[in-house]
């Protein structure tokens, strides 16, 4: 993949993820879940790149598929290490993948779960660098650094994660992946568990590490105002597809997909007497009705969009013919792309009530 461009860090090829159903008294297979299904993006350093989408739509996967949580099972990963060199993570293993880990990490979502309560904050931040070797004495400075990057007193660094609020665990969980300076790191909803009050800090804190540090974010979320508060580019997934992938106040002023404009005009209004758009309530289907359809035969196919059912907009064409992703505006000097037949109606509507 030397055809990388060179401002890309990070770029995502058809990358896909089946699960196994598994019923009866012997777990036998009978069919498998299609968590990702041919998923591709690209992100460029230094930027903060969003994946939205409800929850079951595959976004964690694709997040945990890219830090190699879990082996993706079709796809190509793509990522430039700070030499230059650009390696394919879905094909890395042994002492080739270790050699990486340093330099891509995830922020968990929970800020409590994802810490071991039986170790203090010292020992927690400092685990990635006992893990790849550094000294005692090297470690103990580095935590120090991490905990006033992160706006930790380094004073409570022997205090366990129960004396911490929800944000200060997050803080914690932020260092711990900071601690090998990475240059890629995958953010999984890392807001979702807090206060609004304290979620405005954590993002606050999150561009301000992005400007001194030179990070570039994945940032997985659910909350589309979160979204637009941090990210310069967007993607939207819907039953493990990206259905919409833009620059963020492209997608945000001119949605393409009526998936995306569904999603928006879900996002509360500040202002009470707002009347409630329920367009799509009669469309809309349960999470859960969405994977039990998922689970079908093991090698069958989606015919036509997967958004058919819910969408208001759907022809015959869309229950028959699955649209690609595909560039919207050629002549655009960011590139929009959606998997719609009718995005040029789409976003012809959203312009209007807007």
């Not at 907009?313 to 505006?329: D, S, V, Y």
Request: aromatic fraction near 6%.
């Amino acid at each position: 993949m030397n055809e990388m461009p060179d401002d890309l860090i990070l770029q995502v090829s058809n990358l896909r993820k089946a699960f196994p159903v598994r019923r009866g008294l012997l777990r036998r297979e009978v069919g498998t879940i299609r968590a990702v299904d041919d998923v591709s993006f690209s992100i460029h350093r230094g930027t903060t790149f969003g994946l939205v989408g409800e929850s079951g739509c595959g976004k964690t996967t694709t997040s945990r598929m890219i830090v190699r949580a879990i082996d993706p099972t079709a796809g190509g990963i793509y990522f430039r290490r700070p030499s230059g060199q650009v390696v394919d993570l879905a094909t890395l293993s042994g002492r080739a993948l270790k050699a990486v880990r340093g330099e891509i990490q995830l922020v968990f979502q929970d800020p409590y779960s994802s810490l071991n309560p039986r170790m203090p904050v010292s020992e927690l931040i400092a685990e990635p660098l006992r893990a790849h070797g550094w000294k005692r004495r090297d470690r103990d400075r580095r935590v120090e650094e991490l905990m006033q990057l992160v706006g930790l007193d380094p004073r409570f660094a022997q205090r366990f994660p129960h004396a911490f609020s929800g944000g200060q665990r997050q803080r914690i969980g932020i260092a711990r992946a900071l601690a090998l300076q990475p240059s890629l790191v995958v953010a999984d909803e890392p807001v979702s568990a807090l206060d609004v009050s304290v979620q405005a800090q954590i993002l606050n804190l999150l561009k301000r590490l992005r400007e001194e540090v030179g990070l570039t974010l994945l940032f997985v979320a659910h909350d589309l105002s979160v979204i637009r508060q941090l990210c310069d580019e967007v993607a939207v997934m819907y039953k493990g597809r990206i259905v919409e992938w833009a620059e963020k106040e492209a997608l945000f002023e001119h949605p393409r997909h009526p998936y995306t404009h569904a999603l928006l005009k879900a996002v509360p209004a500040p202002d009470p007497h707002a009347a409630w758009l329920d367009e799509m309530d009669e469309h809309t289907s349960t999470a859960a009705n969405d994977v039990a359809e998922a689970t079908g035969a093991a090698d069958a196919e989606h015919i036509g969009c997967p958004f058919a059912p819910r969408c208001p907009h759907a022809t015959t064409r869309c229950r028959e013919q699955q649209p690609p992703l595909t560039l919207q505006q050629a002549n655009a000097s960011q590139p929009h792309y959606a998997a719609c037949h009718h995005a040029d109606t789409i976003m012809h509507n959203t312009a209007v009530t807007q």
